[in-house]
């Protein structure tokens, strides 16, 4: 079982900077890809970015070119540093991993972090 503790969120004015950050521990033998999900009130869970363990990335339309995803595999961490913020940023971040065992794919989740982009 791996545990994802994520750090980094907080309030922030439109056009601001933040940095989330998680760690992975536990059982991170297998991990492949490793990314941020965010689910804004009312909304559905949605993809941010994730970056698979060769560095290969993937992103949103609505944050590429002001988000950019980054992991260390020596630390089993993966940060995500978020530019030019905008109130429809404002979401719960969540961490997940993807670990892999064959034959068996497993999903872990973090608890969450707030950004809040607001004046």
């Known amino acids: 079982q791996v545990q994802l503790v994520e750090s980094g969120g907080g309030l922030v004015q439109p056009g601001g900077s933040l940095r989330l950050s998680c760690a992975a521990s536990?059982?991170?033998?297998?991990?492949?890809?490793m990314g941020w999900y965010r689910q804004a009130p009312g909304k559905q869970l949605e993809l941010v970015a994730r970056?698979?363990?060769?560095?290969?990335?993937n992103y949103a339309d609505s944050v590429k070119g002001r988000f950019t995803i980054s992991r260390d595999n020596a630390k089993n961490t993966v940060d995500l540093q978020m530019s030019s913020l905008k109130p429809e940023d404002t979401a719960v971040y969540y961490c997940n991993v993807v670990r892999f065992r064959w034959p068996t794919t497993y999903d872990s989740w973090g608890q969450g972090t707030q950004v809040t982009v607001s004046a």
């Open positions: 536990g059982t991170i033998v297998g991990i492949t890809t």
């Open positions: 970056i698979t363990n060769d560095g290969n990335t």
